[in-house]
């Protein structure tokens, strides 16, 4: 059975930084994209990044150059870094992953075949 286990999130101010972590189990770790999505009260779930099989990485034009995205195959675990966080970057946040995804569709969450539990990110003075 797949779980996808998110730790990390919280309240920060405007300019800082958190880390998230997603931690797998019951699957090939290496043979998955893993993503990142997001979403708001009253929005729709967003594309934040993914990262693919091959380490590439891709990242919503709203977050690119603040967020980054890594994996490490060997702990079966992706981190979403965030850095210089706004207001708008409030959302609940959810790792995914999915076997079979092409890079085409990375951004749509529907592709995607697991999903951690979520966590707060809130950014506010």
């Known amino acids: 059975q797949v779980h996808l286990v998110q730790s990390g999130g919280g309240l920060v101010q405007p300019g800082g930084s958190l880390r998230l972590s997603c931690a797998a189990s019951?699957?090939?770790?290496?043979?998955?994209?893993m993503g990142w999505f997001r979403q708001a009260p009253g929005k729709e779930r967003e594309f934040v990044g993914a990262?693919?099989?091959?380490?590439?990485?891709y990242y919503a034009d709203s977050v690119k150059g603040r967020f980054t995205i890594s994996r490490d195959n060997a702990k079966n675990t992706v981190w979403l870094q965030m850095n210089s966080l706004k207001p708008e970057d409030t959302a609940l946040y959810y790792c995914?992953?999915?076997?079979?995804?092409?890079?085409?569709?990375?951004?749509?969450?529907?592709?995607?075949?697991?999903w951690g539990q979520g966590t707060q990110v809130t950014v506010s003075s």
């Open positions: 019951g699957l090939t770790f290496n043979r998955y994209v």
């Open positions: 990262i693919g099989r091959g380490h590439h990485t």
């Open positions: 995914a992953a999915d076997q079979s995804i092409i890079v085409s569709s990375y951004r749509d969450y529907s592709q995607y075949d697991y």
